[in-house]
Every structure is written in C-alpha cells, then in structure tokens.
C-alpha cells in the first residue's frame, strides 16, 4: 500500500474535492427532491381527500405507491454508476436509504400503534436525515429545510389527525418541491 504525503493545503482541498463531488451527486439537477415533492404531497392531499369524504380506514391506500417510486428511485441510481463514489456520498446514500425503510416500517407496520403521532415522527425522521446531509455536503439549502421539517414534527403533535395529511402535504411541497426546483434551476444554469 502506497501511501501519499499530502501539504496541509493540499489535504484541504482534497476535502474540499469531496464534499463538492458529494454536494453535485446530493443535488444532482433536483431530480429527486422534485419526484418526492410530487409524489409525497399527491399522497397527503389524497389521504386528505378520503378522509373528508369518510373514508377514514382506507385513506392510507394513496401511500401504497411509495415503496414503489422508492424501487424505482434505487434502481435508476444503481444504473448510474458511471459517477465516482466518495466517502459523503456512500454516507449521504446510506442515510436516505436507511431513513426511507424505518419510515416504511414505521407507516406500515406500527401506524395502528403510533397513530395521530405517526406524521410527527416521520416528519422528525425526515428532518434529522435532510438536516444531516445538508451539513454533510455544506447545503443551506437542506440544512434549512430540514430544520422546517423538525419544527413541523413537533407542530403536527398539536394538529387534530384529520388535518395532519394536509399539514405534511404542504411541508412536503415547501421542503421537497420547491428546493428541488432550486436545484434544477440552479443546475440548468450552470450547464449553461
């Protein structure tokens, strides 16, 4: 094993190579933010939907289609392996990957344990992840978002059950939807 003296100013940007690389793959042109922040707020805003028509014990049927866009979320980034794996990126992967199966197991399979709780806690799981990988690639952008989304999990433990979906649908647009379409924005103009 070879080993490389680096400069102290070299060390830094070495350091400084990865998060960049880390934050590019993260932001990538806002893809994935933008496909969450559809289809996560779609989901609430049916679950809304059913129930205020009184279909309250079938208003969880709308979700049935994330672990689906999940799949297909893993499977379209596993084919893109034509990009260089770094440290953050593994981490920043394996945060988001880890955080969307306990929120799965967490909504599909304790949700008649936790609840009216169940959004507060998935919008606290959402906030911790999205606050870490923020700092992680030194985004403010996420940073701030998942903060929004830690403060809305303490609000939604004071929101009546029946408007929690609408709560969360309207978080999910403010700090998944629209930062997506920052990304994108900012993306498009520096390929231009």
């Not at 959402?126 to 030194?138: D, E």
């Not at 004071?158 to 920052?182: C, D, N, R, S």
Request: glycine fraction near 6%; hydrophobic fraction near 50%.
């Amino acid at each position: 094993m070879k080993t490389t003296n680096f400069t102290p100013d070299e060390s830094f940007k070495l350091i400084e190579s990865v998060i960049q690389q880390a934050k590019n793959r993260f932001e990538e042109n806002g893809a994935a933010f933008i496909l969450w922040g559809i289809a996560v707020p779609l989901c609430c805003f049916g679950q809304a939907y059913l129930i205020s028509i009184g279909k309250g014990s079938i208003s969880w049927y709308p979700y049935m289609i994330l672990p689906l866009i999940s799949i297909i979320s893993f499977v379209y980034y596993a084919k893109k392996k034509n990009q260089t794996r770094n440290p953050l990126a593994l981490i920043s992967s394996h945060l988001w990957l880890f955080t969307g199966m306990n929120i799965m197991i967490i909504a599909f399979g304790f949700n008649s344990y936790l609840q009216s709780n169940l959004t507060s806690i998935i919008l606290l799981l959402l906030g911790i992840a999205t606050a870490v990988a923020g700092s992680f690639i030194r985004s403010s952008l996420l940073l701030y978002c998942g903060l929004i989304l830690n403060a809305s999990a303490y609000v939604t433990f004071f929101i009546p059950w029946k408007h929690q979906p609408l709560f969360m649908g309207i978080i999910a647009v403010l700090t998944f939807l629209i930062p997506g379409i920052l990304l994108r924005m900012k993306h498009q103009k520096q390929d231009v």
